[in-house]
């Protein structure tokens, strides 16, 4: 069972922006460390950006067009996606772990079992 839920995917053409939003499915608050993930057809799935105590991480594939951000209840997620490639297409996840600390968590926020939850995933499309 999903323990969040993702919207805001789309279909948008090479360039457009999109904001994805992850909110939990039921009360969970004070989540530390939470990311976003992505799979795209016949490839595994990749850790994308992350937010935790010590900041945000990204991909090297998104960085300077994806912002992660969180709420000020710690609570919800979003990930703001600018100059969209079609690259970029995917179905993307939210995914978090209720930890409080993660030691390391510079060299471990890619690997997804790191995250015990996850959401069901949201479509986004870009066309060239």
């Known amino acids: 069972q999903a323990q969040f839920v993702e919207s805001g995917g789309g279909s948008v053409q090479a360039g457009g922006s999109l904001r994805l939003s992850c909110v939990p499915s039921?009360?969970?608050?004070?989540?530390?460390?939470m990311g976003w993930f992505r799979q795209a057809p016949g490839q595994a799935r990749e850790g994308v950006a992350t937010?935790?105590?010590?900041?945000?991480l990204y991909a090297d594939s998104v960085k300077g067009r994806f912002t992660i951000s969180q709420d000020n209840a710690k609570s919800r997620l979003y990930l703001h996606m600018i100059s969209l490639k079609p690259e970029d297409t995917a179905v993307y996840y939210c995914?978090?772990?209720?930890?409080?600390?993660?030691?390391?968590?510079?060299?471990?926020?890619?690997?997804?079992?790191?995250?015990?939850?996850w959401g069901q995933g949201t479509q986004v499309t870009v066309s060239s």
């Open positions: 995914a978090a772990t209720t930890s409080n600390f993660v030691f390391n968590w510079y060299a471990r926020w890619q690997n997804e079992s790191e995250y015990p939850l």
């Open positions: 039921r009360d969970i608050y004070a989540i530390l460390y």
């Open positions: 937010i935790y105590p010590g900041g945000t």
